[in-house]
């Protein structure tokens, strides 16, 4: 009665089934994987969010490209703000999602090199086209605080570093572009501030990365791969169906399902061609 496995509709329903078990399987590592990476990855932002803030130059210099252990590290630089190469990074969202634009203000440290600061969020101006209305910065020797992040790259980001765009707007956040622009030696990176507070609130500071959520990746994978362990279930639970039709039709002389006609007997042959 299990013949009909031998069948091509069955043989193609078989070759499927074999073929969706290990995709499922992988897909479901996959998710895993994933709820892996947010897990050490929002562990190490709340370590380096409680540890003690170092001097930004401790952690970086020019031309270094901040590693990832790193990313989000408390840092502290002392210095002056020059205002004159201040720039603003276009169509970013405030912690409310409004568009508008960061404040990228160039920290001038006491040994003359740079450290960039991203000073904050604020609203951008009616024409895209015009500079937004910034706060000015601090006058004087100034301390910042905050979290030390890596150059931005279009790889990294997805976000394209267009060309042709008005002065002082930036796509971008690069300490290499702004060495360029300043003609100084500028720390890689940049400083992400978090105090002191601006006056009046503006520019709003970036709140904290998120790093208590997990996301559903854990449920996602166990759901991948609940599908995989449904897969030969339901291919059993279809051969056992299929066996039972059959022994029903044999059971009533009828046809199995997809069977060809059965030939007469030569006698009920012979006797229907005889004539009467």
Same mark, same amino acid.
């Given at each position: 009665?299990?013949?009909?496995?031998?069948?091509?509709?069955?043989?193609?329903?078989?070759?499927?089934?074999?073929?969706?078990?290990?995709?499922?399987?992988?897909?479901?590592?996959?998710?895993?994987?994933?709820?892996?990476?947010?897990?050490?990855?929002?562990?190490?932002?709340?370590?380096?969010?409680?540890?003690?803030?170092?001097?930004?130059?401790?952690?970086?210099?020019?031309?270094?490209?901040?590693?990832?252990?790193?990313?989000?590290?408390?840092?502290?630089?002392?210095?002056?703000?020059?205002?004159?190469?201040?720039?603003?990074?276009?169509?970013?969202?405030?912690?409310?999602?409004?568009?508008?634009?960061?404040?990228?203000?160039?920290?001038?440290?006491?040994?003359?090199?740079?450290?960039?600061?991203?000073?904050?969020?604020?609203?951008?101006?009616?024409?895209?086209?015009?500079?937004?209305?910034?706060?000015?910065?601090?006058?004087?020797?100034?301390?910042?605080?905050?979290?030390?992040?890596?150059?931005?790259?279009?790889?990294?980001?997805?976000?394209?570093?267009?060309?042709?765009?008005?002065?002082?707007?930036?796509?971008?956040?690069?300490?290499?572009?702004?060495?360029?622009?300043?003609?100084?030696? *500028? #720390?890689?990176?940049?400083?992400?501030?978090?105090?002191? &507070? !601006?006056?009046?609130?503006?520019? $709003?500071?970036?709140? +904290? /990365?998120?790093?208590?959520?997990?996301?559903?990746?854990?449920?996602?994978?166990?759901?991948?791969?609940?599908?995989?362990?449904?897969?030969?279930?339901?291919?059993? *639970? #279809?051969?056992?169906?299929?066996?039972?039709?059959?022994? &029903? !039709?044999?059971?009533?002389?009828? $046809?199995?399902?997809? +069977? /060809?006609?059965?030939?007469?007997?030569?006698?009920?042959?012979?006797?229907?061609?005889?004539?009467?």
């Amino acid at each position: 009665m299990y013949r009909f496995l031998l069948s091509r509709q069955w043989v193609i329903l078989t070759l499927v089934a074999l073929v969706l078990i290990p995709v499922m399987i992988e897909l479901g590592f996959w998710q895993f994987h994933r709820h892996e990476r947010r897990v050490a990855q929002n562990t190490l932002i709340e370590d380096n969010l409680k540890a003690r803030p170092v001097p930004v130059e401790e952690l970086t210099s020019p031309g270094h490209t901040v590693p990832r252990a790193d990313h989000w590290r408390q840092v502290t630089a002392t210095g002056t703000f020059d205002t004159a190469h201040e720039v603003v990074v276009r169509r970013r969202t405030s912690s409310d999602d409004r568009v508008g634009a960061h404040v990228l203000t160039p920290l001038v440290l006491k040994d003359g090199r740079i450290v960039l600061v991203n000073r904050g969020w604020v609203p951008a101006a009616a024409n895209q086209r015009d500079y937004p209305d910034v706060p000015a910065a601090p006058k004087g020797e100034v301390t910042v605080t905050g979290r030390l992040k890596a150059d931005e790259t279009t790889g990294a980001s997805g976000i394209k570093d267009l060309k042709g765009l008005p002065d002082r707007q930036v796509m971008l956040i690069s300490s290499a572009q702004q060495a360029e622009l300043t003609g100084r030696e *500028v #720390l890689g990176g940049y400083i992400e501030q978090t105090a002191p &507070a !601006a006056p009046g609130g503006s520019p $709003e500071q970036i709140p +904290e /990365p998120d790093h208590d959520s997990i996301g559903a990746h854990m449920a996602y994978a166990v759901q991948w791969w609940l599908f995989a362990a449904g897969v030969p279930v339901g291919w059993c *639970v #279809l051969v056992r169906r299929e066996k039972r039709d059959r022994e &029903a !039709a044999a059971a009533h002389g009828e $046809e199995a399902p997809g +069977e /060809p006609p059965s030939e007469p007997a030569d006698g009920a042959a012979v006797e229907a061609a005889s004539p009467r």
